[in-house]
């Protein structure tokens, strides 16, 4: 089966840090651009970071420019969100997924497949 394997979430203080790592299952992420994105209740899912196929393009979204490093390692098909700094307000269900059809980064969760299941990120004290 297709799909990502998220890990890394946990409970973590105002002003910690978490390092989320998104690992491919059945497919090589060489050439895939992939992107995160995160799942507030009640919220709709937002595009925090994308990494394009070989890291040459990228993007954050406004809320974690400057708090937030995406990268990846190939050699272990893996992709990471580097998250420092966090708010109550990053609190959310982040999930990975690949870029369908292109390999340019896209804010649109339609247009990304092979979700995994996600990894829970609580901020609180």
């Known amino acids: 089966q297709l799909q990502f394997v998220e890990s890394g979430g946990g409970l973590v203080q105002p002003g910690g840090s978490l390092r989320l790592s998104c690992a491919a299952s059945?497919?090589?992420?060489?050439?895939?651009?992939i992107a995160w994105f995160r799942q507030a209740p009640g919220k709709e899912r937002e595009g925090v970071s994308c990494i394009s196929s070989r890291g040459a393009t990228m993007y954050y979204a406004d809320s974690v420019k400057g708090r937030f490093t995406i990268s990846r390692d190939n050699a272990k098909n893996t992709v990471y969100l580097q998250m420092d700094s966090l708010k109550p307000e990053d609190a959310a269900v982040y999930y990975c997924?690949?870029?369908?059809?292109?390999?340019?980064?896209?804010?649109?969760?339609?247009?990304?497949?092979?979700w995994g299941q996600g990894t829970q990120v609580t901020v609180s004290s």
């Open positions: 997924a690949k870029r369908l059809r292109s390999y340019y980064c896209s804010r649109n969760p339609a247009e990304y497949g092979y």
């Open positions: 059945g497919f090589t992420l060489d050439y895939s651009t």
